[in-house]
Nanobody, 129 residues
Framework: QVQLVESGGGVVQPGGSLRLSCETS????????IGWFRQAPGKERQGVAC????????????TYAESVKGRFTISRDNSKNTVYLQMDNLEPGDTAVYYCAKRGLGLMATLQPLDYDDWGQGTQVTVSS
């Protein structure tokens, strides 16, 4: 049974940092694209960052939304079946529920929510002074 469980959310002041974790089970993380998404109240779910490992040559790649480039870093530890999202210099506009999601085997990750099959339950991030 495929499961994705997010953790690490919380309340932080502007300029602060958080590290989110996405623990996966029921599949081997290798060669699966994983994305981080967020959804603020009244807004559509949007892609934040994603990571892929090519099934052809094993090269890992990452993609970021423009709004988080230079502030967020996505990484994966395949041995722990976990994907991380390090969020630095947080802004009030980053306040949202953050979700991780999985694409199909061998498919490169994207920032489009409709490309993903399995989702976690989300973790709340609140940036406020």
């Amino acid at each position: 049974q495929v499961q994705l469980v997010e953790s690490g959310g919380g309340v932080v002041q502007p300029g602060g940092s958080l590290r989110l974790s996405c623990e996966t089970s029921g599949f081997s993380l290798d060669y699966y694209g994983i994305g981080w998404f967020r959804q603020a109240p009244g807004k559509e779910r949007q892609g934040v960052a994603c990571t892929s490992k090519s099934i052809i040559n094993g090269v890992e790649s990452t993609t970021y939304a423009e709004s988080v480039k230079g502030r967020f870093t996505i990484s994966r530890d395949n041995s722990k079946n976990t994907v991380y999202l390090q969020m630095d210099n947080l802004e009030p506009g980053d306040t949202a529920v953050y979700y991780c999601a999985k694409r199909g085997l061998g498919l490169m990750a994207t920032l489009q929510p409709l490309d993903y099959d399995d989702w976690g339950q989300g973790t709340q991030v609140t940036v406020s002074s």
